[in-house]
């Protein structure tokens, strides 16, 4: 499913409830004297099919509204998403299952830079599983709040290369803190900047691009309010060599991808001993180098303080001579992404009086 069906899925799925999830308790990583908790949420099971389903090519999109929240009235200020299989191993595309991508989204929110979408996006993930940390090791006092009422919802593309339909479920770890000893905290707002425009579909077509090509977003979007530029996250798709983020028109930010730096992210050769019916939708000659996945995207971090009116701008390089992109069914290019989601500071009241300002809007 393509990003510009999503105000659809929100919107439709208002009726819908997701399933309470399984809830591991974990050791917090930061802010343990203010009462730090960390979660592991299992989302609900989710089969998809094989990559010889005539109708999806093991493409499968899952939405779930009322997706657990780790807390209400709180700071969320880590997340780390996964995919297992139902016996709890990891799901990947060494075992030829990827997380395509995953996006959560709050439907008590407007989303701010486009306030079209029904929800705000705060939180992304494709099948890099960049782990986010708003307090940036401790050393910073910022959250994204999570209001008393908030709904939440996930939209997710997964994808299956075995030729039989899988079951996995999403797994996320949560860190978050309650609100009442947020005491000099900064809400982190989420930022969606996107090549096709903040909302446009978040899908290129490169079929007629060459091997190496690059895609901007244009105009740039500026924002309404300042604050200080606290984690820019990136998403490519294979193929993808790098994101660059701009302020005012020079470069802050270079988020840069990496290919299958652990064995999670190489893909078995077909008719290997691992192979076991398992093909893969890469392109390319089949050599080592074209067995590999994208494994990690470079975040960047602390990037000062912006005025209001700052205009943001993304562009996004790939090189399929370097990676081969994705290839469909009939063998043809897959469409390309290039997303950035930038999380920015803002002092607590400023922050939640707009939240409230906006909910009495809607």
């Excluded at 075992?95 to 992304?124: I, K, Q, Y």
């Excluded at 294979?238 to 701009?246: A, E, H, P, Q, Y």
Aim: aromatic content about 8%; charged content about 20%.
């Amino acid at each position: 499913m393509r990003f510009s069906a999503f105000l659809v899925v929100w919107a439709a799925l208002r009726g819908a409830r997701g399933q309470d999830g399984d809830v591991q308790v974990l050791e917090p990583r930061n802010f343990k004297d203010l009462g730090a908790k960390r979660v592991k949420i299992l989302y609900e099971p989710m089969l998809v099919p094989g990559m010889m389903d005539e109708t999806t090519g093991g493409m499968a999109d899952f939405d779930v509204v009322d997706a657990p929240m780790p807390c209400h009235d709180c700071l969320i200020t880590g997340f780390l998403p996964s995919l297992q299989f139902e016996d709890g191993t990891v799901a990947n595309a060494n075992t030829s299952m990827s997380l395509h991508h995953a996006v959560f989204a709050n439907l008590n929110r407007t989303d701010t830079t486009c306030p079209d979408w029904e929800g705000e996006r705060f939180l992304a993930a494709g099948n890099e599983r960049t782990a986010l940390d708003l307090t940036l090791g401790g050393t910073r006092k910022a959250g994204y709040y999570v209001g008393r009422h908030d709904v939440g919802a996930v939209v997710m593309e997964l994808m299956n290369e075995a030729m039989d339909p899988r079951t996995v479920r999403l797994s996320v770890e949560w860190e978050f803190l309650g609100s009442g000893v947020a005491d000099g905290f900064d809400v982190a707002v989420p930022l969606w900047l996107d090549v096709t425009g903040p909302c446009g579909s978040s899908s290129v077509d490169v079929s007629g691009e060459g091997d190496v090509f690059d895609v901007t977003m244009s105009p740039p979007w500026a924002s309404p309010f300042g604050g200080d530029l606290l984690v820019m996250n990136g998403h490519l798709h294979d193929g993808g060599v790098r994101l660059d983020v701009f302020v005012n028109g020079r470069r802050a930010c270079e988020s840069v991808a990496r290919y299958g730096e652990s064995e999670g992210f190489v893909v078995p050769p077909s008719g290997s001993s691992m192979d076991s019916g398992m093909h893969n939708h890469q392109g390319g000659g089949g050599g080592e180098a074209d067995m590999v996945r994208i494994s990690s995207i470079s975040a960047c971090h602390n990037l000062g303080r912006v005025e209001p009116g700052v205009e943001l701008g993304i562009t996004a390089f790939y090189n399929f001579t370097e990676h081969p992109g994705m290839q469909d069914r009939q063998g043809g290019l897959e469409p390309v992404m290039g997303i950035e989601l930038v999380h920015i500071a803002r002092p607590w009241q400023e922050a939640v009086q707009d939240y409230l300002a906006g909910q009495m809007a809607s």
